[in-house]
């Protein structure tokens, strides 16, 4: 079993990228707090973020702390709870994507741009018009064209959007979701960016995911499978594999498609439930070789709201699939 990345502060939520040859790791901030553990996550109270880098994945591990890079009193539009982030690079620029409440309560996504990878970052003084929930994943195809998933269920508000794209219902707020096996899960977001980065181009869509043995969407009542948090993209060769936390039954899984929007196939799972409630991770290559960035509640012997980022090297079979053994 694998130290954790970072012992001297608590991370998780790592959103993971190679940038000037070094990882970069873009992760959430525990703190301490004295709120309860509830199913609203309101206990994950994280006020800043810091990055983190590093030129080597194998241990012992020498991790680059650069500091606090935003705050949650630089952003005008925001209350409370900087939950999970992600970057991405385009044109010489940095961004940096981040949920957060708003002063009523309600998930929105904002962006901050830098100059380089470890920041500072400055954010725009709204956020990005249209966004909602959390968990932005952001993804740079290779022509150039920029995407941003997102999405999670109950503390994140997913299923407040039923009715259409950011029109939210308040009735739905809550550890609540459509239930049933006659209903279609919900599904995550995924919408272009525009060529400055900081807008949508076009509405969020749902990104399907499909079960293999049916070819049908995937159901409500399949918690072993269904979206409910933590979307990530990564690509290789021509094959998208879009990856996500299955929440309550706590598996990350993936699924594959030939398009970055879909539909997608459920692929199989690439890590079983840690110790922790959550589980949220990112996928990246980095000197020839497949890495798996997660979190879990070891560092801070069960306390469900200190997590720890920790990594792992995946694997590939022959035909395509993420394995966690190395193939023979």
């Known amino acids: 079993m694998s130290p954790p990345l970072i012992t001297h502060i608590y991370t998780a939520d790592p959103s993971a990228h190679v940038f000037n040859g070094r990882v970069y790791i873009y992760p959430s901030h525990d703190r301490e707090t004295d709120i309860k553990f509830n199913d609203n996550g309101d206990q994950y109270d994280m006020a800043d973020y810091h990055v983190f880098s590093t030129a080597s994945l194998d241990e012992p591990y020498d991790v680059t702390d650069h500091g606090v890079v935003l705050h949650a009193e630089d952003v005008p539009w925001v209350s409370k709870q900087l939950w999970a982030p992600d970057a991405a690079t385009k044109d010489g620029k940095y961004y940096l994507y981040f949920p957060a409440r708003e002063k009523e309560g309600v998930f929105r996504i904002g962006v901050a741009v830098g100059d380089k990878p470890e920041g500072p970052f400055v954010p725009d003084p709204e956020p990005i018009p249209g966004s909602f929930s959390i968990d932005p994943a952001s993804f740079v195809d290779d022509d150039g064209e920029a995407y941003l998933y997102f999405g999670g269920l109950w503390g994140g508000q997913l299923q407040c959007y039923q009715g259409g794209n950011d029109k939210?219902?308040?009735?739905?707020?809550?550890?609540?979701?459509?239930?049933?096996?006659?209903?279609?899960?919900?599904?995550?977001?995924?919408?272009?960016?525009?060529?400055?980065?900081?807008?949508?181009?076009?509405?969020?869509?749902?990104?399907?995911?499909?079960?293999?043995?049916?070819?049908?969407?995937?159901?409500?009542?399949?918690?072993?499978?269904?979206?409910?948090?933590?979307?990530?993209?990564?690509?290789?060769?021509?094959?998208?594999?879009?990856?996500?936390?299955?929440?309550?039954?706590?598996?990350?899984?993936?699924?594959?498609?030939?398009?970055?929007?879909?539909?997608?196939?459920?692929?199989?799972?690439?890590?079983?439930?840690?110790?922790?409630?959550?589980?949220?991770?990112?996928?990246?290559?980095?000197?020839?070789?497949?890495?798996?960035?997660?979190?879990?509640?070891?560092?801070?012997?069960?306390?469900?709201?200190?997590?720890?980022?920790?990594?792992?090297?995946?694997?590939?079979?022959?035909?395509?699939?993420?394995?966690?053994?190395?193939?023979?």
């Not at 094959?239 to 929007?261: E, I, M, N, Q, R």
């Open 168 to 328: 939210f219902d308040a009735s739905w707020v809550g550890p609540k979701e459509p239930v049933g096996a006659d209903k279609f899960a919900l599904f995550p977001k995924v919408a272009r960016l525009s060529a400055d980065m900081r807008k949508f181009a076009e509405a969020p869509q749902d990104l399907v995911i499909l079960a293999p043995e049916t070819g049908e969407p995937i159901r409500a009542d399949d918690h072993d499978r269904r979206f409910f948090e933590a979307a990530w993209m990564h690509k290789r060769g021509d094959t998208y594999y879009f990856s996500y936390s299955t929440g309550d039954t706590h598996y990350l899984v993936y699924a594959t498609s030939k398009s970055p929007l879909g539909p997608f196939t459920y692929g199989g799972r690439i890590l079983e439930p840690v110790l922790g409630w959550t589980t949220h991770h990112s996928i990246v290559e980095f000197q020839g070789r497949w890495w798996l960035f997660h979190h879990d509640c070891e560092l801070s012997k069960g306390v469900d709201h200190l997590r720890s980022v920790k990594v792992k090297e995946i694997f590939y079979d022959k035909d395509g699939k993420i394995v966690t053994e190395k193939p023979e």
